[in-house]
């Protein structure tokens, strides 16, 4: 009989993996955010070079419980998103994209369950915002963007009074 050679598991550690790669929590993470409940958003927490210029980062929103009104939505111009729910269903809102300029396609905003272990990619000039999670629980989402699009690609537009939406079940 052939002696295989061995491997044993060990307990992932910074230190050790650096050689091979990079990792983080993305449900609870301990990083610096922006926000605070119930929206908080765990930037660029890791990234991923896909070849070329092209790098992938990955957030964590954590959102809790709040009434599922859509007072605000945004949309980066040139790049998608990913949203991936880790620990509980979410609600998305999303709008077609429109020209710059023309603000929120209040008439056209639709809202869907996601939900958790579901990928949802969100085509460039797409409106949306922090999702809502479905029940008391918080929800870690991981969001996948370009590093910092955030901050270089993103229109955010506050809707107020009677253009507010509310989600119905």
Same mark, same amino acid.
């Given at each position: 009989m052939v002696q295989?050679?061995?491997?044993?598991?060990?307990?992932?550690?910074?230190?050790?993996?650096?050689?091979f790669g990079f990792y983080?929590?993305?449900?609870?993470?301990?990083a610096e955010k922006?926000?605070?409940?119930?929206?908080?958003?765990?930037?660029?927490?890791?990234q991923l070079d896909l070849g070329g210029s092209s790098i992938a980062s990955f957030s964590?929103?954590?959102?809790?419980?709040?009434?599922?009104?859509?007072?605000?939505s945004? @949309?980066?111009?040139?790049?998608?998103?990913?949203?991936?729910?880790?620990?509980?269903? #979410?609600? &998305?809102?999303?709008?077609?994209?429109?020209?710059?300029?023309s603000g929120v396609p209040l008439e056209k905003i639709r809202a869907f369950r996601v939900p958790k272990g579901t990928l949802v990619v969100l085509r460039p000039g797409v409106w949306h915002h922090a999702p809502f999670t479905v029940d008391d629980k918080p929800a870690n989402i991981l969001i996948v963007l370009?590093?910092?699009? @955030?901050?270089?690609d993103c229109r955010v537009t506050e809707?107020?009074?009677?253009?507010? #939406?509310? &989600?119905?079940?």
């Open positions: 295989m050679k061995t491997t044993r598991i060990e307990e992932l550690a910074l230190k050790e993996f650096q050689p983080a929590n993305h449900i609870n993470p301990k922006i926000g605070k409940p119930p929206i908080e958003f765990f930037r660029d927490l890791l964590t929103c954590r959102v809790e419980k709040r009434e599922f009104v859509v007072d605000v945004e @949309y980066h111009s040139s790049v998608g998103e990913g949203i991936l729910p880790l620990d509980n269903d #979410i609600i &998305i809102h999303v709008g077609p994209a429109t020209p710059p300029d370009p590093e910092r699009a @955030y901050a270089n809707i107020r009074g009677e253009d507010r #939406i509310k &989600i119905q079940a």
